[in-house]
């Protein structure tokens, strides 16, 4: 057993010894605030000193598993490549055994294949740092793809300056004198770098982009459909925007306060002047980031399907076409099926579809013969989606914030109940809480063409109807009122 093995086994005992007593006496529970964050940058220094090993070993390995095939070492250990042996052995899995060879043949020292003679690493100040513990795994790519994207299109002592520059900023020794960089900041760094260098690599870099930009859609799954590719920069940040624009919170408004119940028209509750505030906490979203952004995106594109700017299909503007048993409708139970889709879906999307579209009805025989065909049914139009948008000014749900023109217009009484599509029977609500309307607890109601609004228990234990709106005309109006 070799020293180095040794000591390394001596390290994982003594580690796991650290662990288990720390963990098994509550010492974490009795820690105070900066203690956690001690704690956090202790094992944070350990971790990097682990990364610094791996790498290297790693590194050793790629070189020992070069050259004829019955020499290399993945061959004597059974192992088809390196990053087979380093997920076997080191436990880890693909994507990081592939960024240890990566960072590993940025800092580790090379061999001339020429003249077998070891070269400097191509980033020896990295390797500097990485040998001291103040750079781990991610620190040392976050450096080194900017930096090796360059190739040989810039001189290397441009290169071995900004090497010693980002080294520096990681040991915290950088000219402003602030502390380590982390790997966001070195990357920053990194790419500013890049850039200020490389004024040739531009093009190169369209070339890859475009060469590598791609969108797939995966098979259809009983919990979805998987997305995978990869954007172009200003695609990413064109969608970045939009799900900023829909994400950000706007125009909130809470539950609270306010008079007591009264009869109001029809024998509804009165309005509750406190549900106008649009200072106050918004309603609890539970979304996370990533559902948002889903949410975000199905609102895009039911935008733009809608928008008549997109070439037609079939003679119409591309259409969702969602198929259902009116029995199986009508019973609430059951499956409904859309086209282009192996996957069957609710209910819930039918109704959905048919509240925000259209609906035709076709009859067929029991044989399957198509005997009647209706014609297509309520979709509110420009006019009135105007009129809603004056009314409701965005997406009626307190908190939600998204604009008018990008909401649906939800039938409060459903069409195929009676509900008229006209004004008196449509609010605006945007995808998300459209299309999840059954489940999130909150109840829609009409009194005199004028919606109202009741908050799920959580949010207001009252149990109060309140008109809302975020119309600035409808809001000045009811602070003068008061």
Same mark, same amino acid.
């Given at each position: 057993?070799?020293?180095?093995?040794?000591?390394?086994?001596?390290?994982?005992?003594?580690?796991?010894?650290?662990?288990?007593?720390?963990?098994?006496?509550?010492?974490?529970?009795?820690?105070?605030?900066?203690?956690?964050?001690?704690?956090?940058?202790?094992?944070?220094?350990?971790?990097?000193?682990?990364?610094?090993?791996?790498?290297?070993?790693?590194?050793?390995?790629?070189?020992?598993?070069?050259?004829?095939?019955?020499?290399?070492?993945?061959?004597?250990?059974?192992?088809?490549?390196?990053?087979?042996?380093?997920?076997?052995?080191?436990?880890?899995?693909?994507?990081?055994?592939?960024?240890?060879?990566?960072?590993? *043949?940025?800092?580790?020292?090379?061999?001339?294949?020429?003249?077998?003679?070891?070269?400097?690493?191509? %980033?020896?100040?990295? #390797?500097?740092?990485?040998?001291?513990?103040?750079?781990?795994?991610?620190?040392?790519?976050?450096?080194?793809?900017?930096?090796?994207?360059?190739?040989?299109?810039?001189?290397?002592?441009?290169?071995?300056?900004?090497?010693?520059?980002?080294?520096?900023?990681?040991?915290?020794?950088? $000219?402003?004198?602030?502390?380590?960089?982390?790997?966001?900041? %070195?990357?920053?760094?990194?790419?500013?770098?890049?850039?200020?260098?490389?004024?040739?690599?531009?093009?190169?870099?369209?070339?890859?982009?475009?060469?590598?930009?791609?969108?797939?859609?995966?098979?259809?799954?009983?919990?979805?459909? $998987?997305?995978?590719?990869?954007?172009?920069?200003?695609?990413?940040?064109?969608?970045?925007?939009?799900?900023?624009?829909?994400?950000?919170?706007?125009?909130?408004?809470?539950?609270?306060?306010?008079? $007591?119940?009264?009869?109001?028209?029809?024998?509804?509750?009165?309005?509750?002047?406190?549900?106008?505030?649009?200072? *106050?906490?918004?309603?609890?979203?539970?979304?996370?980031?990533?559902?948002?952004?889903?949410?975000?995106?199905?609102?895009?594109?039911?935008?733009?399907?809608? *928008?008549?700017?997109?070439?037609?299909?079939?003679?119409?503007?591309?259409?969702?076409?969602?198929?259902?048993?009116?029995?199986?409708?009508?019973?609430?139970?059951?499956?409904?099926?859309?086209?282009?889709?192996?996957?069957?879906?609710?209910?819930?999307?039918?109704?959905?579809?048919?509240?925000?579209?259209?609906?035709?009805?076709?009859? %067929?025989?029991?044989?399957?013969?198509?005997?009647?065909?209706?014609?297509?049914? #309520?979709?509110?139009?420009?006019?009135?989606?105007?009129?809603?948008?004056?009314?409701?000014?965005?997406?009626?749900?307190?908190?939600?914030?998204?604009?008018?023109?990008?909401?649906?217009?939800?039938?409060?009484?459903?069409?195929?109940?009676?509900?008229?599509?006209?004004?008196?029977?449509?609010?605006?609500?945007?995808?998300?809480?459209?299309?999840?309307?059954?489940?999130?607890?909150?109840?829609?109601?009409?009194?005199?063409?004028?919606?109202?609004?009741?908050?799920?228990?959580?949010?207001?234990? *009252?149990?109060?109807?309140?008109?809302?709106?975020?119309?600035?005309?409808?809001?000045?109006?009811?602070?003068?009122?008061?």
């Amino acid at each position: 057993m070799t020293t180095f093995l040794s000591r390394l086994e001596t390290l994982r005992e003594h580690a796991a010894a650290v662990v288990a007593e720390g963990i098994r006496d509550g010492e974490l529970g009795s820690a105070s605030h900066a203690e956690i964050a001690e704690l956090l940058a202790a094992a944070g220094g350990v971790g990097r000193w682990v990364d610094a090993a791996l790498i290297e070993i790693v590194g050793e390995a790629q070189a020992r598993s070069e050259g004829p095939r019955d020499d290399r070492l993945t061959t004597h250990l059974g192992c088809h490549d390196v990053s087979e042996l380093v997920q076997r052995a080191a436990l880890v899995g693909p994507q990081t055994a592939t960024r240890l060879r990566r960072a590993a *043949s940025a800092v580790r020292p090379r061999e001339s294949r020429l003249t077998g003679e070891t070269l400097d690493p191509l %980033l020896p100040a990295l #390797r500097s740092a990485v040998l001291g513990g103040m750079v781990g795994l991610d620190g040392v790519l976050a450096v080194a793809e900017p930096l090796q994207a360059m190739g040989s299109r810039v001189g290397r002592e441009a290169v071995l300056t900004a090497d010693a520059l980002l080294a520096a900023e990681a040991r915290g020794e950088g $000219p402003e004198g602030a502390p380590p960089a982390c790997p966001d900041l %070195l990357r920053v760094q990194a790419q500013v770098w890049s850039v200020a260098l490389d004024q040739d690599g531009a093009e190169l870099r369209e070339r890859a982009t475009m060469h590598r930009r791609s969108l797939r859609l995966g098979s259809p799954t009983a919990f979805g459909v $998987p997305v995978r590719g990869m954007l172009m920069p200003e695609v990413a940040a064109q969608l970045e925007r939009i799900f900023d624009s829909l994400l950000s919170p706007r125009g909130r408004v809470a539950f609270g306060g306010g008079a $007591p119940d009264g009869a109001g028209c029809n024998g509804a509750a009165a309005e509750d002047e406190g549900a106008w505030s649009d200072d *106050s906490v918004p309603p609890l979203d539970e979304r996370t980031r990533p559902q948002r952004q889903h949410d975000a995106l199905a609102t895009v594109l039911t935008v733009a399907a809608s *928008s008549g700017a997109l070439p037609m299909v079939g003679g119409a503007a591309p259409t969702l076409v969602v198929t259902v048993r009116a029995e199986d409708l009508a019973r609430d139970r059951g499956y409904a099926h859309v086209d282009g889709c192996e996957e069957p879906v609710s209910l819930a999307a039918a109704r959905h579809a048919g509240c925000s579209g259209v609906i035709q009805r076709v009859t %067929l025989s029991r044989e399957g013969r198509v005997v009647a065909i209706g014609t297509e049914e #309520r979709v509110f139009n420009r006019h009135q989606r105007r009129a809603l948008a004056a009314r409701d000014g965005g997406c009626l749900i307190p908190g939600c914030g998204v604009p008018a023109a990008w909401c649906e217009i939800h039938h409060v009484e459903e069409h195929a109940r009676g509900g008229r599509t006209h004004t008196d029977n449509g609010v605006l609500l945007c995808w998300f809480h459209h299309r999840f309307l059954d489940r999130h607890g909150w109840l829609i109601r009409m009194v005199d063409g004028v919606p109202q609004v009741r908050a799920p228990g959580w949010n207001d234990a *009252s149990g109060r109807w309140r008109r809302v709106t975020r119309s600035a005309t409808r809001l000045k109006d009811a602070v003068l009122r008061r």
